[in-house]
T-cell receptor
Framework: DAMVIQNPRYQVTQFGKPVTLSCSQT?????MYWYQQKSSQAPKLLFH???????NEADTPDNFQSRRPNTSFCFLDIRSPGLGDAAMYLC?????????????FGQGTRLTVV | SQKIEQNSEALNIQEGKTATLTCNYT??????LQWYRQDPGRGPVFLLL?????KEKRKERLKVTFDTTLKQSLFHITASQPADSATYLC??????????FGSGTKLNVKP
């Protein structure tokens, strides 16, 4: 089945040690997103790509970076994780730029910072 | 900036009853409003979409209404079942493909 796959499901990293989260999709969607979700909170949009065009949210910390080497893959890099970066990170895709499309989410990566 | 409000208190209802969840927003009206279901430790799953010029949308036991004057959407699940227990998120979409989510309301359906 076509889907959005995130690896790993659980990631433990040390305070200040760079970490990369991965997302792949078989939907051939143009748009890919990264969201951060803390317990009982709304998923918070960090950034999104339309094809290779990168769109950063104004309040996304510089500590968070992203790469999209091709249509299928997108990576979230956290350069120096702090305790406050512990969260569920959700990758999502949607079909085309414009409206009337839903978002397809992966299962998420639960990041723990020790 | 846009603020999206959903009742943070869990909604507890008896099986077979209708669950009604609320999503309120401030500032501009979105072009589209969507509802998602999220189970613990999982990513959200799309349920329904409604456009700003639509009043109501239905899909099986689900119904969504959208009132741009009140800046409110209501999400109804009729004949609720324990399997409907989950957190339900609303999402607003206005510019390009950006989705902004509420924090969700947890629904507990008791047998």
């Amino acid at each position: 089945d076509a889907m959005v796959i995130q690896n790993p499901r659980y990631q433990v990293t040390q305070f200040g040690k760079p970490v990369t989260l991965s997302c792949s999709q078989t939907l051939n969607h143009n748009v890919m997103y990264w969201y951060q979700q803390k317990s009982s909170q709304a998923p918070k949009l960090l950034f999104h790509y339309y094809d290779k065009d990168f769109n950063n949210e104004a309040d996304t910390p510089d500590n968070f970076q992203s790469r999209r080497p091709n249509t299928s893959f997108c990576f979230l890099d956290i350069r120096s994780p702090g305790l406050g970066d512990a969260a569920m990170y959700l990758c999502a895709t949607s079909g085309r730029q414009g409206m009337n499309t839903e978002a397809f989410f992966g299962q998420g990566t639960r990041l723990t910072v020790v | 900036s846009q603020k999206i409000e959903q009742n943070s208190e869990a909604l507890n209802i008896q099986e077979g009853k209708t669950a009604t969840l609320t999503c309120n927003y401030t500032n501009y009206s979105p072009a589209y409003l969507q509802w998602y279901r999220q189970d613990p430790g999982r990513g959200p799953v799309f349920l329904l979409l409604i456009r700003e010029n639509e009043k109501e949308k239905r899909k099986e036991r689900l119904k969504v209404t959208f009132d741009t004057t009140l800046k409110q959407s209501l999400f109804h699940i009729t004949a609720s079942q324990p399997a409907d227990s989950a957190t339900y998120l609303c999402a607003l979409q206005r510019n390009f493909n950006k989705f902004y989510f509420g924090s969700g309301t947890k629904l507990n359906v008791k047998p």
